[in-house]
């Protein structure tokens, strides 16, 4: 931490005898010993802090770009059930457009529908429109 070698350790601990005195240097020791903890604690919970929000911000970045991702992915499903056939206009749900298309067979408005015939011999399966021989 401070490069500080075998040598200088021993001239520090010579200085602090001679300066201290040896009565009082075993409770200088600890009380500089438990200051250097607390620093080293204090220093140890800043950087747990720093990487929790450091982590926390990149997952928050990652959250955002996960949903800007999901939005455009919705939209563009949105899209796509809006107009299946590539039509701008079209609307699915009701089969209408916002530009009329011409049918290929215009008829006047209040004109009846055409009955398909039917081939004679083959049963309907409603009883009301099967003639009856004795009736």
């Not at 500080?4 to 010993?33: C, H, N, Q, Y």
């Not at 939005?71 to 089969?95: A, I, V, Y």
């Amino acid at each position: 931490m401070f490069d500080i070698g075998f040598a200088e350790l021993i001239i520090i601990g010579v200085v602090a005898l001679v300066v201290i005195g040896p009565d009082r240097l075993p409770g200088a020791i600890r009380t500089g010993s438990a200051w250097l903890n607390r620093l080293r604690r204090g220093f140890n919970d800043i950087k747990q802090e720093v990487q929790q929000e450091l982590h926390n911000d990149a997952v928050l970045r990652d959250l955002r770009e996960s949903g800007e991702t999901l939005r455009r992915e919705t939209d563009s499903l949105r899209q796509q059930l809006k107009n299946p056939l590539g039509d701008p206009l079209g609307d699915p749900l009701t089969g209408t457009t916002d530009t009329p298309q011409e049918s290929p067979q215009e008829k006047p408005p209040g004109t009846p529908d055409p009955v398909p015939e039917k081939p004679e011999g083959t049963a309907t399966g409603n009883a009301a429109e099967t003639p009856r021989d004795g009736s």
